[in-house]
């Protein structure tokens, strides 16, 4: 979320108001908090963690240029062809994994719900990045961890 702000700021003109410079700074000093040893206070950076930083970077850039598209194309056709694409990468890497299809229902339910859920979050989000901009869009999305756990309980 954070490199969201920064890039967004930098690249879509988006204006950083205080209270998202406060929620960064907030972001920030968690990912610390949750990254450091208390036992040595000391911050360890291993491998996962680089790929965690790395992805958030790819993840952030992905954003900034799908808000950019949307300001000029339809979100229908943008999302669509992000959900076929990664629809086609999925199904790939099954059919390498061996797997042929549902054997039940219960199964077809299940997979069924695996595709139609990210589609509707990813139309959602797509949908709200021109209306409220990339930075306070991925705000929002970063809540869907704690309304998980808050649904989930």
């Given at each position: 979320?954070?490199?969201?702000?920064?890039?967004?700021?930098?690249?879509?003109?988006?204006?950083?108001?205080?209270?998202?410079?406060?929620?960064?700074?907030?972001?920030?000093?968690?990912?610390?908090?949750?990254l450091s040893n208390v036992e040595r206070l000391s911050l360890s950076i291993g491998l996962g963690e680089?790929?965690?930083?790395?992805?958030?970077?790819?993840?952030?850039?992905?954003?900034?240029?799908?808000?950019?598209?949307?300001?000029?194309?339809?979100?229908?056709?943008?999302?669509?062809?992000?959900?076929?694409?990664?629809?086609?990468?999925?199904?790939?890497?099954?059919?390498?994994?061996?797997?042929?299809?549902?054997?039940?229902?219960?199964?077809?339910?299940?997979?069924?719900?695996?595709?139609?859920?990210?589609?509707?979050?990813?139309?959602?989000?797509?949908?709200?990045?021109?209306?409220?901009?990339?930075?306070?869009?991925?705000?929002?999305?970063?809540?869907?961890?704690?309304?998980?756990?808050?649904?989930?309980?």
């Amino acid at each position: 979320m954070l490199v969201i702000v920064i890039l967004s700021t930098l690249f879509l003109s988006e204006k950083l108001t205080k209270r998202e410079t406060l929620g960064s700074v907030l972001v920030l000093a968690g990912v610390f908090v949750v990254l450091s040893n208390v036992e040595r206070l000391s911050l360890s950076i291993g491998l996962g963690e680089l790929e965690a930083i790395t992805s958030s970077f790819f993840f952030a850039g992905s954003v900034v240029i799908t808000t950019y598209l949307l300001w000029s194309h339809d979100l229908t056709a943008l999302s669509g062809f992000q959900l076929l694409y990664t629809g086609l990468g999925s199904l790939r890497r099954s059919c390498r994994m061996g797997v042929s299809g549902p054997r039940d229902l219960t199964a077809l339910a299940i997979l069924l719900m695996i595709g139609v859920f990210p589609a509707l979050g990813l139309w959602m989000y797509n949908s709200g990045l021109p209306k409220i901009g990339a930075s306070l869009t991925s705000v929002l999305f970063s809540l869907s961890g704690i309304m998980t756990v808050v649904c989930s309980s």
